[in-house]
T-cell receptor, first 115, second 114 residues
Framework: QQQVKQSPQSLIVQKGGISIINCAYENTAFDYFPWYQQFPGKGPALLIAIRPDVSEKKEGRFTISFNKSAKQFSLHIMDSQPGDSATYFCAASINLSNQGGKLIFGQGTELSVKP | DVKVTQSSRYLVKRTGEKVFLECVQDMDHENMFWYRQDPGLGLRLIYFSYDVKMKEKGDIPEGYSVSREKKERFSLILESASTNQTSMYLC?????????????FGPGTRLTVL
């Protein structure tokens, strides 16, 4: 029940297109949903995040859409650029009473944006 | 800028060897984490620590142990390395304990066990 399922595993998009990555979860105790971006040879870095009381969050070309009733959220990258080529991880955070917040990560999506 | 450094980028060890992976953060963060990253499985939490000398098991602690003697340093130990521990290992740190606090990751150590 603490899983986060992410799809697709890989995605190829033309420059200027829209990239869409989807995630689904089961546990309604999750209270924060970040996306991390990982370039080759680097560790993941926080890209954008959303709380479940908001249906959409936009930062530049990156938008999270959140559907609480369906327990799904997705990352949209508008006007995708070759520099966006990276691995993207969705995550869900849960507060554990004696341990603080714990992140559960999705399986990752390898995005390639072709020029 | 938060900086999390890991002692090695690449490491090759033999089955049965004891392996130490070191992680250092420079932001006085309370919380530190060790994950392993495998294709198709995402990041899975091995151990974490919320204070010096404190540790908690994550989702896949079997075959691993950790040490946190100083606040800035968190070590992952493979007591007897096995081939199924070949993976990318990522260390992270976090300033607070809340679910919205950002985790900052190091560049990773790619460990190959022969």
């Amino acid at each position: 029940q603490q899983q986060v399922k992410q799809s697709p595993q890989s995605l190829i998009v033309q420059k200027g297109g829209i990239s869409i990555i989807n995630c689904a979860y089961e546990n309604t105790a999750f209270d924060y949903f970040p996306w991390y971006q990982q370039f080759p040879g680097k560790g993941p870095a926080l890209l954008i995040a959303i709380r479940p009381d908001v249906s959409e969050k936009k930062e530049g070309r990156f938008t999270i859409s959140f559907n609480k009733s369906a327990k799904q959220f997705s990352l949209h990258i508008m006007d995708s650029q070759p520099g966006d080529s990276a691995t993207y991880f969705c995550a869900a955070s849960i507060n554990l009473s004696n341990q603080g917040g714990k992140l559960i990560f999705g399986q990752g999506t390898e995005l390639s944006v072709k020029p | 800028d938060v900086k999390v450094t890991q002692s090695s980028r690449y490491l090759v060890k033999r089955t049965g060897e004891k392996v130490f992976l070191e992680c250092v953060q420079d932001m006085d963060h309370e919380n530190m984490f060790w994950y392993r990253q495998d294709p198709g499985l995402g990041l899975r939490l091995i151990y974490f620590s919320y204070d010096v000398k404190m540790k908690e098991k994550g989702d896949i602690p079997e075959g691993y142990s950790v040490s946190r003697e100083k606040k800035e340093r968190f070590s992952l130990i493979l007591e007897s390395a096995s081939t199924n521990q070949t993976s990318m290992y990522l260390c992270a740190s976090r300033s607070g304990t809340g679910s919205t606090d950002t985790q900052y990751f190091g560049p990773g150590t790619r460990l190959t066990v022969l």
